[in-house]
């Protein structure tokens, strides 16, 4: 069984339980990574495909210069885009052995479009796919919009409950999925339960609104403002950049700090 999630916090979680999981001793055997440093032999039934596909154009191929040159724009100091993209193409490969997936899906955007981008991947493969919905598997143990909320023990309890996706059902992803890529927007996200399309500026009236009283503020601040009152579900990262595309539109200040969640903002008068 691979197990394919869309977070590399949710991944580090997984390989945890997967390892209590097993009935054996379980031993150290490494491999070498896709940065050639030597791994734990869990990672090997474990893909993370963090592609931010709620971000950025996927009109135009996910590994087009265009899709590259966005994400990049966003994560460039933290994050290698192409690792993702060549975990994709493992998908393929995996699937040609006949290999069974389970895929842990939560009310991310990020998420659910991964399920979609897989299933589309693996449309003309005859091997089984399941997925661990967090919205079924929780249940009685709390509300959660993420598997990175969910405790290791829990999720450790809930193996097995995974469902198999019919014929159906995977068409239905197939289809969520070309109707995503026929999209030209920049930014998805997921309301009433379904994908979204929404304007790049969404966040900035937001972000904007967060100051009062002409008070200066952190950027941790902001971001923690946003998460407590608008239960926003979009990563620091994109609200900083988000930040300096308002700082470029000279609609906010900024003084700079080493750490940069420390650095001050100021919304100009």
Same mark, same amino acid.
């Given at each position: 069984?691979?197990?394919?999630?869309?977070?590399? *916090?949710?991944?580090? %979680?997984?390989?945890?339980?997967?390892?209590?999981?097993?009935?054996?001793?379980?031993?150290?055997?490494?491999?070498?990574?896709?940065?050639?440093?030597?791994?734990?032999?869990?990672? %090997?039934?474990?893909?993370?495909?963090?592609? +931010?596909?709620?971000?950025?154009?996927? %009109? =135009?191929?996910?590994? &087009?210069?265009?899709?590259?040159?966005?994400?990049?724009?966003?994560? #460039? @100091? +933290?994050?290698?885009?192409?690792?993702?993209?060549?975990?994709?193409?493992?998908?393929?490969? /995996?699937?040609?052995?006949? %290999?069974?997936?389970?895929?842990?899906?939560?009310?991310?955007? !990020?998420?659910?479009?991964?399920? #979609?981008?897989?299933?589309?991947?693996?449309?003309?493969?005859?091997?089984?796919?399941?997925?661990?919905?967090?919205?079924?598997?929780?249940?009685? #143990? *709390?509300?959660?919009? &993420?598997?990175?909320?969910? @405790?290791?023990?829990?999720?450790?309890? /809930?193996?097995?409950?995974?469902?198999?996706?019919?014929?159906?059902?995977?068409?239905? =992803?197939?289809? !969520?999925?070309?109707?995503?890529? &026929? !999209?030209?927007?920049?930014?998805?996200?997921?309301?009433?339960? !379904?994908?979204?399309?929404?304007?790049?500026?969404?966040?900035?009236?937001?972000?904007? *609104?967060?100051?009062?009283?002409?008070?200066?503020?952190?950027?941790?601040?902001?971001?923690?403002?946003?998460?407590? +009152?608008?239960?926003?579900?979009?990563?620091?990262?994109?609200?900083?950049?988000?930040?300096?595309?308002?700082?470029?539109?000279?609609?906010?200040?900024?003084?700079?700090?080493?750490?940069? #969640?420390?650095?001050?903002?100021?919304?100009?008068?």
């Amino acid at each position: 069984m691979i197990e394919i999630v869309f977070d590399e *916090g949710i991944a580090a %979680n997984l390989r945890v339980i997967i390892r209590q999981s097993r009935s054996e001793t379980e031993k150290l055997i490494t491999f070498m990574n896709e940065r050639e440093q030597a791994s734990d032999a869990a990672l %090997n039934d474990i893909l993370c495909l963090q592609l +931010h596909l709620d971000k950025g154009p996927i %009109n =135009c191929g996910l590994d &087009s210069d265009c899709r590259k040159k966005y994400i990049e724009e966003i994560y #460039y @100091e +933290h994050y290698s885009y192409i690792d993702n993209l060549n975990r994709l193409e493992k998908v393929r490969e /995996l699937a040609r052995k006949k %290999n069974e997936f389970r895929i842990w899906v939560d009310n991310l955007p !990020s998420s659910l479009l991964g399920l #979609y981008c897989v299933c589309n991947e693996l449309k003309n493969s005859s091997v089984d796919i399941y997925v661990m919905d967090i919205n079924v598997c929780v249940e009685g #143990y *709390g509300n959660f919009f &993420s598997w990175a909320q969910v @405790e290791t023990e829990v999720m450790l309890d /809930l193996l097995g409950k995974e469902k198999k996706l019919s014929r159906d059902e995977l068409n239905e =992803c197939i289809n !969520s999925w070309n109707k995503n890529v &026929s !999209s030209n927007w920049n930014l998805r996200s997921y309301i009433n339960g !379904s994908i979204v399309r929404i304007q790049d500026n969404f966040f900035d009236d937001i972000i904007l *609104g967060v100051f009062c009283e002409n008070k200066d503020r952190t950027i941790n601040e902001i971001i923690q403002n946003i998460s407590e +009152h608008y239960l926003a579900c979009m990563d620091d990262y994109y609200i900083i950049y988000r930040i300096k595309c308002l700082v470029n539109k000279k609609q906010l200040l900024i003084k700079k700090n080493k750490n940069v #969640y420390l650095t001050l903002v100021q919304k100009k008068i």
